[in-house]
């Protein structure tokens, strides 16, 4: 038997469930291939904030009654609907718990707490979180491509647009602009574009942030701040083009391509081996800028949804 306990963001994840958590999403990550949980998912899980929720799953303890003492089996992120977007949400299931209706349990627990339409990411689009999403009735409704390229290999000469500047991030000085243009470069994408000052400094205090790698493009002219590359280099090492934005309002610069350069050889002057990003299935021009630049497809992140919210 299990029992599903939702905790809201009012109360915190306690630490020391936090690092259950934790060590189950390593546990799945190294059977997988693939991370079960989004960045800001896992920041959440720290931090709290917001009106997302953590649903524990857990076996009933020793004495057979539900309860904290049970252990910990699965774990799932639950993000509430906003104007923009239906509710959404990731589960992940111990790799030594799996084949025994936990995911349902807790894919059922999310669709309660959505009470409507919802999407739930699948990453690494592995073939038992198809299956859960077809048995339950929800269809592929985006994908995730992450690219990848050798770090090493040669890149093409970076070109500058005339009364264009680049120069590096200064913190505590350029996060209020910063905001702006990614709220117009990504105003058709509110997962990014509806951040806040609360979700750049909360990245600002990770352990990878590093000023000297975020690149911003601006008018010789007024100063204006015209687009971004925001590059991240992970734990083991590998490189990320993490988000490029450029303001509308410039496009037709080719700014997108500098940025991405400039970010790309930053990390190669770092000695990553690897440079990863993700970019969606739809976002063809952006998909083909990346070929360009010799990025292949590695991986997919799957959403599925309900057919009436496809």
Do not use: C
């Amino acid at each position: 038997m299990a029992d599903v306990q939702v905790r809201s963001a009012e109360s915190p994840v306690p630490a020391a469930e936090a690092d259950e958590i934790a060590a189950l999403v390593d546990a799945a990550t190294a059977a997988d291939g693939v991370g079960p949980l989004s960045e800001a998912s896992r920041l959440w899980l720290r931090n709290g904030g917001g009106a997302a929720r953590g649903l524990v799953l857990r076996e009933n303890g020793e004495n057979g009654e539900p309860g904290n003492d049970g252990e910990l089996v699965a774990y799932a992120h639950f993000d509430p609907a906003t104007e923009e977007e239906s509710a959404a949400g990731e589960l992940v299931v111990h790799p030594d718990k799996r084949r025994r209706g936990h995911g349902r349990t807790l894919l059922r627990a999310l669709l309660t707490e959505a009470n409507g339409p919802f999407r739930v990411w699948a990453h690494g689009d592995l073939p038992a979180a198809a299956a859960l999403a077809e048995a339950e009735g929800m269809e592929r409704v985006r994908a995730l491509f992450q690219m990848r390229r050798p770090a090493a290999d040669p890149l093409p000469d970076m070109k500058v647009a005339d009364g264009v500047a680049l120069r590096t991030f200064r913190v505590g000085q350029d996060e209020d602009a910063w905001l702006e243009v990614n709220r117009r470069a990504f105003a058709d994408h509110p997962e990014q574009g509806a951040w806040t000052i609360t979700d750049v400094l909360q990245r600002e205090n990770e352990r990878w942030f590093d000023p000297r790698g975020l690149f911003l493009a601006e008018s010789e002219r007024d100063g204006n701040l015209l687009g971004f590359h925001w590059t991240k280099i992970h734990p083991d090492g590998f490189g990320e083009v993490y988000v490029v934005g450029v303001d509308p309002a410039s496009q037709g610069l080719g700014l997108g391509r500098t940025l991405t350069l400039a970010g790309l050889r930053f990390l190669q002057s770092k000695g990553v081996p690897q440079i990863l990003l993700y970019v969606d299935e739809s976002n063809v021009s952006a998909v083909k800028l990346y070929e360009s630049l010799g990025f292949t497809r590695h991986a997919v992140d799957v959403m599925y949804g309900a057919s009436t919210d496809a």
